[in-house]
């Protein structure tokens, strides 16, 4: 059995800091980790299941300084959060790459300037070398949870560019974008939508 | 263009502990690092010749206090190394899933000690999916690099519990495993050896 210490990496607020969780911006972001348990949770019961491997990457960390209280351990007392350099998850999934980043949002749009340039472009280049990749977003006010293959999301991304909305809309989304079932036992099971669009005969993608 | 920043993480000591540097484990973590870095400039040589999307894993970090200087900006300032999960690389070449640990060792053996059995495991599944796993090793005394397959390390691996040897042999590897190129531009060329052991019609793993 893989150890899965991912679960528990601390990428928000302590809890103590309980002025700066007003803000709306740290909301949004404690909403997102509720969302990445979801996916762990979901990964590891397909890695139970020997279903699928696919792992949630470290958060990137740039560390400054370190001290070393005892010669056997290291502490580090100084460190930054960094811009991550391609996306959230990737794995295998039935001998195919896949590679996908996930968010969650308030209200009726996902703006685009959530994620970073250079993630869209990883995506793409993904899919360019064969492999499986998409956003993963998770509509919090709907509680529902979808697909936006790399594709789909290109399109739209660029069309941001030359006059189009800024923002994946929740209208858009439901009604081109592939609703994924959420449940217990994996809570968010997007390998069956993976199925669906990848590995079935009538492939839509 | 895809940023690269895991280039310069921090991983070992920085430069102003110098009494440390002087312990024998701290100079292999050096050397282990500058490995790291030969490694990751052959992945970008990969992404920038569009063979290959290969990363490097950002270090797996507990963070355990985190302040907030600013409202914009966190500095932790308490935080800990982990256990990795799973290996160090993975990516995707020609479609498949690529996924290998990279260890350098000084001597004439690198012992088992430096490998986390669920690392292996990790491997081991890996190969068990579908996908490309490996071990890449560098023999610092020797400057030679090595690929040694998930299936001959496993092999090696389990026979360290029925009396053998507790490591991988330099003598061992040299006649068994796959010599990796190196050079300056990739500076690891190990694709070149996936592609004779994977991708040619004599495959041999």
Same mark, same amino acid.
């Given at each position: ?125 993904? !899919?360019?070398?064969? /492999?499986?990749?998409?956003? $993963? ?5 709907? @509680?529902?949870? %979808?697909? =936006? &293959? +790399? ?7 660029? !069309?941001?560019?030359? /006059?189009?909305?800024?923002? $994946? ?5 439901? @009604?081109?974008? %592939?609703? =994924? &079932? +959420? ?23």
């Amino acid at each position: 059995m893989i150890n899965y210490p991912n679960r528990k990496v601390v990428t928000t607020l302590p809890k103590q800091s309980t002025n700066e969780q007003k803000s709306p911006n740290i909301k949004k972001s404690r909403l997102g980790v509720n969302f990445e348990d979801m996916i762990n949770d979901s990964n590891a019961y397909y890695l139970r299941k020997d279903l699928a491997v696919i792992h949630k990457k470290p958060t990137p960390i740039q560390i400054t300084k370190v001290d070393y209280p005892k010669r056997s351990s290291a502490k580090i007392t100084e460190a930054f959060y960094k811009v991550p350099s391609t996306t959230d998850y990737n794995g295998i999934y039935k001998g195919k790459y896949i590679d996908f980043e996930a968010k969650s949002c308030n209200g009726k749009s996902f703006t685009f300037n959530n994620l970073y340039h250079h993630q869209i472009e990883h995506l793409k280049l993904v !899919e360019k070398h064969g /492999g499986i990749s998409f956003l $993963l977003i998770r509509y919090n006010d709907f @509680e529902e949870v %979808y697909i =936006v &293959p +790399t594709k789909m999301l290109y399109e739209k991304y660029q !069309e941001s560019f030359n /006059g189009g909305r800024k923002s $994946l809309a929740y209208s858009f989304v439901k @009604e081109n974008a %592939y609703l =994924v &079932p +959420t449940g217990y036992a994996p809570m968010v099971d997007y390998l069956q939508i993976i199925d669906n669009l990848y590995f079935k005969e009538n492939k839509d993608v």
